[in-house]
């Protein structure tokens, strides 16, 4: 059991952000949390298994990668309970790279958060992707030093994410399908209704917080900036280099890329093609060279056709 | 109004965009060769060095940025940006491209994984930005500089290591200016024009 106090003084560094003395480091902070969101923009975050394939998507340029025990398409197929990973295999991936691991937590699983944390895992992903562990409570990310990446499907989830201190979203889209309709769905759905925030006048954004259930203070400051307050990427579906141009051009900051990799074909120079169609996005004579003879794409599956809809998972 | 080039292959790019933007000069994103064209000085932003390594290769900029630095033209590199001007590299990647050799070394993530990364009070009395008036600084998975030639100014440290350097019109710092409303090292990057 971990003492609850120790979540307190940390909760409240977290939030006064109070100046420390000259010359003393303060670490753990929002915006030292966020810092990190932001060296990852323009990049390709590659879910991977094991260290051979971490090594893989290092070369292939990937800004992190992200450890789980099954590629989503795999979850989806063999399914059971998915948890997160084996900290062993963490720690050969955390050996083999360079780059920033991230590693996935169930919803509402603050224990293996605290393992994670324990880890020195540079980024904790509360994933709709693994079985949830409490069906009404996510984690109080506050209360880490690590910081925590979430899913969403719209705008209302992605300020209660941020409300608990999570300092990355993520659009969920449905992992594991190859099929980038549902990521377009929800990035739409958050970019559109940060844009129409950014035009409502002030009585309309009680009526916003209402609808969305989102804190009043975090619309109101999307109302006064125009802007969201930490970063957002695309998430679930996404398998070709058009995939993460288009998810860039709707708005994303940056992509995960999971089972459309390494359930290719040729993982490698798709890997590294969708890393330059991701910087090169507004480019169609760079998205037409490096979308040429990268093999089969990972098969793929339509909605219809699908029992668990995994982006449904998240309260 | 100075024209001032961004690298734009991944990172805070965009921050540094903004931060310019409100000094009124005319930032430019780059992302290939045909980008540099006319531009008076580059910012070199942060981001994962090894992807902006990679990517500088397969854009073809790797020779043109060199080249640029080369002629004596200003560069403002942070964090990773920092890593692509130095002679040595520790812990970096074998094929990691180097856009200059500039005398210093530095080692990547040389304070360790993000659970270190903190934000710290800084002085560069050169500059002007003394006890009174500190910037505050911002390091992720910062690198650290190890060691400094004859040629280079050191600015500004954090308890002994320099954290912003400055060899003739070229500044570097280990932390990341764009991440906070403080404009001043922009400033004087401009100021430097």
């Known amino acids: ?315 | 109004m100075p024209r001032i080039g961004v690298l734009a292959l991944q990172g805070a790019f965009q921050r540094h965009i903004d931060a310019l933007s409100c000094l009124g000069a005319h930032p430019i994103p780059v992302r290939l060769p045909g980008d540099l064209a006319h531009v008076d000085g580059l910012v070199l932003p942060g981001g994962e060095s090894t992807t902006m390594s990679l990517l500088l290769g397969t854009s073809g900029l790797a020779q043109p940025i060199s080249a640029f630095i080369a002629d004596g033209l200003p560069i403002f590199g942070t964090c990773a940006g920092m890593i692509l001007l130095a002679a040595e590299v520790l812990d970096g990647r074998p094929d990691q491209m180097q856009l200059a050799t500039l005398d210093f070394s530095v080692r990547r993530n040389g304070y360790g994984r993000q659970l270190a990364s903190f934000e710290a009070d800084v002085t560069a009395p050169i500059l002007g930005i003394g006890d009174t008036n500190p910037f505050r600084a911002i390091f992720i998975r910062a690198p650290k500089v190890e060691n400094v030639g004859d040629g280079i100014e050191v600015l500004a440290r954090l308890d002994h290591d320099p954290v912003l350097i400055r060899s003739g019109p070229v500044m570097a710092s280990a932390f990341h200016p764009e991440l906070t409303p403080d404009l001043r090292l922009h400033r004087c990057f401009l100021a430097s024009l």
């Open chain 1, 1 to 315: 059991m971990v003492p609850h106090h120790r979540f307190s003084a940390r909760r409240l560094t977290n939030m006064a952000q109070k100046v420390p003395p000259q010359g003393e480091r303060q670490t753990e902070t929002m915006r030292v949390k966020r810092g990190l969101a932001e060296m990852l923009k323009g990049g390709v975050i590659m879910d991977v298994v094991n260290a051979e394939q971490a090594k893989i998507a290092e070369d292939a340029g990937a800004v992190a990668v992200m450890a789980l025990e099954r590629v989503p398409a795999d979850i989806r197929s063999d399914g059971g309970v998915a948890r997160m990973s084996d900290p062993a295999m963490i720690e050969q991936i955390q050996a083999t790279v360079t780059i920033p691991v991230m590693a996935k937590v169930r919803i509402g699983h603050f224990v293996e958060a605290q393992i994670l944390e324990a880890l020195e895992v540079d980024y904790i992903d509360e994933s709709e992707v693994l079985t949830p562990a409490d069906e009404a409570h996510h984690i109080d990310k506050f209360a880490y030093g690590v910081p925590f990446v979430c899913g969403a499907t719209n705008l209302g989830e992605a300020c209660r994410r941020v409300s608990e201190g999570a300092a990355l979203i993520r659009s969920k889209g449905e992992a594991g399908t190859g099929n980038v309709v549902e990521a377009v769905r929800h990035l739409r759905s958050i970019i559109g209704d940060i844009r129409k925030i950014g035009q409502a006048d002030r009585a309309e954004l009680f009526e916003w917080a209402k609808r969305l259930q989102a804190p009043l203070p975090l619309i109101e400051e999307i109302a006064d900036t125009g802007r969201f307050p930490v970063p957002i990427f695309c998430a679930g579906g996404l398998a070709t280099p058009a995939d993460a141009a288009l998810a860039m051009q709707l708005g994303a900051e940056s992509v995960f890329v999971g089972s459309g990799i390494f359930k290719s074909s040729d993982p490698s120079p798709r890997a590294r093609a969708i890393v330059e169609a991701t910087t090169n996005y507004m480019n169609p004579e760079i998205l037409v060279k490096v979308s040429r003879n990268l093999g089969t794409p990972m098969t793929g599956i339509g909605m219809d056709d699908i029992d668990v809809h995994l982006a449904d998972r998240g309260w």
